[in-house]
Nanobody, 121 residues
């Protein structure tokens, strides 16, 4: 499974960009997906997660009510709509997918390369 994020960049506080994560490869093996972020000097943290069919989502407290995670399995793409951005949302945002590695028959985490989101005040 390969994951490629897009949609980051420099955004003013209060802005509402949308990140995308395009999956390729063994996409049928993908189960849950999520968005993580890593700010300078901090550990990578979960932002939001979504189940395989998109019927259930989870958000961490800092983004609840402002971010919306979704996925379009027909397009093999996951999204993160971010509203009311704050400077503290500045980070590299990573796409994550939990998928079956058919070579080892184990569930494995796959990661994208990350996309930078910088929020200016």
């Amino acid at each position: 499974v390969q994951l490629v994020e897009s949609g980051g960049g420099l955004v003013q506080a209060g802005g509402s960009p949308r990140l995308s994560c395009a999956a390729s490869g063994s996409t049928l093996s993908i189960n849950a997906m999520g968005w993580y972020r890593q700010a300078p000097g901090k550990q990578r943290e979960l932002v939001a997660a979504i189940t395989s069919g998109g019927g259930s989502t989870n958000y961490e407290d800092p983004v609840k009510g402002r971010f919306t995670i979704s996925r379009d399995n027909a397009k093999n793409t996951m999204y993160l709509k971010m509203n009311s951005l704050k400077p503290e949302d500045t980070a590299v945002y990573y796409c994550n997918a939990l998928a079956l590695d058919t070579s080892t028959a184990t569930m494995t985490d796959y990661w994208g390369q990350g996309t930078q989101v910088t929020v200016s005040s």
